[in-house]
């Protein structure tokens, strides 16, 4: 038994329904299944173990239908519900909202009490429910905040019993408000608000629109984490989902990559040279530009990659050839052209991660699409830049696909940059390298024990050799000393796409025995499966019949239990889990 996400891509309210599968599949979850509110599936949902309907607005026979599932003992996730959907399961509305809103989750049930006890935003409204009427045996497993320091009286997730099934109910439509925090507004499009002029960023749609009061917290991430926490409260069984990392071992990685900016020879191999020290990798992006390019050579291109680094495109709009052009209106053209060249000079195809010059940036997904049309797999442009080093500017530091404003899920993974050293932050790094590293361990400590999220980290060539190494190296010490891996981001996105790429099914639940199919590969020949599940509940799991150890864990307020699976690097195979149970 699986679970299913009910979409209506055919209604206006519905156009985010897609994306929420997105993010559950970015959650780990790798069998799930989309069906449609107008598919005849719906007459029959008992084959599920939980259903989560996306924001949408049911007929009357819909509804009833799914009313029908929840009192039969189905179970349902429902994302702001229709006003008669929402009536049909006991909710009264008290004809008003909160907008925007805030979340702030509270402890009252495992869905919410293992997270930051905190407000986080929405960007959006959220349908008001009054208290008073909630059925005896509810829980308010989150409160509406009309901002980040007013409390409402009003639930913006409750859990409620329902016949002989079981309901959560979101008020408010997660999937955009996930989309909104991590690309900002698309009605900043082409304007400025981080104060840095030319070019024009993504960061210009966050920056004044992101409540920097809650910029220390990755709020996109946590409504993530609440959205699967209510599968694991609602499923029938527990649901196996993808580790986040190839091995049990990784709590987190230090994803690493370096932008040319027209750094000396010198500067690129005392770079490269400390990076194989730390044992790490890292990706470097080369200047593009006509008028002056990079001075790396396709002889040390090659020998660096020997030793394991990997090389992109560093793409540069404002270059003066373009004779003070848009640049907007130029870089399309630019990406194009400067993929087909690098090819030709490098070698390689298309690199799998694009960071710009300055991170330039066009629209609201207008690269990330070009990006997918042409097959890179990750942009790194989402930068904490200015007043949010250090920060969750975009509300995570997880891979997820972009998406567009009219809900369409675009084939390029978004990656933020928490840590980095250009010249913004060059007064800071000059003078107390060792308190930024203590700060940026400190955020490390956080991904290892609490968010489980990486750090990717940016270090320029001609940064490092001037005046950023003494910070870089101790923050790669850091990184050895908790135990995480210094991947480039090449590395990093071969293995999230491999991730992505791998799907759990075939799930039985027979008298405490948990059976399971992986099908995936890995880069690392590795995969691990996380399981909802104490590890002193299991007595002995098995990979294709061969015991393998198991390592507990607290995930977001959840006692879970990691699975290895060994898998080939380049060819998907199915390997059956077995957990038993006591």
């Keep these: 038994m699986t679970v299913a996400v009910i979409v209506a891509d055919e209604q206006d309210v519905g156009k985010f329904g897609r994306y929420l599968a997105e993010i559950l599949r970015a959650e780990g979850l790798a069998d799930l299944e989309i069906i449609g509110l107008r598919s005849p599936r719906l007459h029959d949902l008992t084959e599920f173990a939980a259903v989560v309907v996306a924001r949408s607005r049911p007929s009357k026979v819909q509804t009833a239908r799914l009313r029908a599932f929840a009192e039969g003992g189905g179970r349902l996730v429902l994302v702001r519900p229709s006003y008669y959907l929402a009536r049909a399961l006991g909710l009264r509305s008290a004809s008003t909202m909160v907008a925007p809103a805030y979340v702030r989750p509270s402890d009252t049930s495992p869905i919410a009490s293992g997270l930051p006890q905190e407000p986080i935003e929405t960007h959006l409204p959220a349908d008001a429910y009054a208290p008073e009427a909630l059925p005896a045996d509810a829980l308010t497993v989150a409160r509406l905040y009309a901002d980040i320091g007013t409390a409402t009286s009003f639930p913006a997730i409750v859990e409620l019993p329902f016949g002989d099934g079981h309901v959560v109910v979101f008020t408010y439509d997660l999937a955009q408000a996930v989309s909104l925090i991590r690309q900002g507004d698309p009605d900043r499009v082409g304007g400025r608000g981080l104060g840095a002029g030319e070019p024009y960023r993504i960061q210009d749609l966050l920056t004044g629109y992101a409540d920097s009061g809650c910029w220390h917290l990755p709020q996109a991430d946590l409504h993530a984490a609440m959205l699967v926490n209510a599968v694991n409260q609602m499923a029938t069984f527990p649901q196996a989902r993808m580790w986040y990392y190839p091995e049990p071992v990784h709590r987190s990685v230090l994803v690493l990559d370096s932008d040319d900016d027209w750094s000396a020879s010198e500067h690129f191999d005392t770079l490269l040279g400390a990076v194989d020290a730390h044992g790490g990798k890292i990706t470097v992006y080369l200047m593009s530009g006509t008028s002056r390019g990079t001075v790396a050579s396709p002889e040390k291109v090659a020998e660096?990659?020997?030793?394991?680094?990997?090389?992109?495109?560093?793409?540069?709009?404002?270059?003066?050839?373009?004779?003070?052009?848009?640049?907007?209106?130029?870089i399309l053209d630019l990406v194009r052209k400067d993929l087909a060249d690098f090819d030709r000079h490098y070698?390689?195809?298309?690199?799998?991660?694009?960071?710009?010059?300055?991170?330039?940036?066009?629209?609201?997904?207008?690269?990330?699409?070009?990006?997918?049309?042409?097959?890179?797999?990750?942009?790194?442009?989402?930068?904490?830049?200015?007043?949010?080093?250090?920060?969750?500017?975009?509300?995570?530091?997880?891979?997820?696909?972009?998406?567009?404003?009219?809900?369409?899920v675009v084939n390029c993974f978004q990656q933020s940059t928490q840590a980095y050293d250009d010249l913004a932050v060059k007064g800071l790094l000059s003078a107390d390298p060792r308190g930024q590293a203590h700060l940026t361990r400190k955020l490390m400590e956080d991904k290892v024990t609490r968010y489980f999220s990486p750090l990717s980290m940016l270090s320029h060539p001609v940064s490092f050799f001037t005046y950023s190494r003494a910070y870089m190296e101790l923050?790669?010490?850091?990184?050895?000393?908790?135990?995480?891996?210094?991947?480039?981001?090449?590395?990093?996105?071969?293995?999230?796409?491999?991730?992505?790429?791998?799907?759990?099914?075939?799930?039985?639940?027979?008298?405490?025995?948990?059976?399971?199919?992986?099908?995936?590969?890995?880069?690392t020949g590795s995969l691990t499966i996380l399981l909802p599940v104490a590890s002193d509940r299991v007595s002995r799991a098995t990979v294709d019949t061969e015991v393998v150890p198991v390592t507990g864990i607290d995930v977001f307020g959840w006692s879970c239990s990691l699975i290895p699976i060994s898998v080939e690097h380049d060819r998907a195979s199915p390997h059956e889990i077995t957990v038993e149970t006591c």
């Excluded at 540069?316 to 373009?322: A, C, H, K, L, R």
């Excluded at 066009?362 to 049309?373: F, Q, R, T």
Aim: a negative charge; one cysteine or more.
């Design 475 to 523: 923050c790669w010490q850091a990184a050895s000393e908790l135990r995480m891996p210094i991947w480039s981001a090449f590395e990093w996105a071969d293995f999230v796409v491999a991730r992505d790429q791998a799907r759990i099914s075939a799930a039985t639940c027979t008298d405490g025995v948990l059976r399971y199919r992986v099908t995936g590969k890995s880069p």
């Design 304 to 330: 660096w990659r020997a030793r394991g680094h990997s090389f992109g495109v560093h793409h540069d709009p404002s270059d003066p050839s373009f004779g003070g052009e848009d640049p907007e209106e130029v």
């Design 347 to 408: 070698g390689g195809g298309v690199p799998t991660t694009n960071r710009n010059h300055c991170l330039a940036w066009k629209g609201y997904v207008d690269l990330p699409k070009l990006y997918a049309e042409l097959g890179v797999r990750m942009d790194l442009n989402s930068v904490g830049a200015g007043p949010s080093w250090l920060q969750y500017l975009t509300g995570s530091a997880r891979p997820v696909r972009f998406v567009d404003a009219d809900g369409t």
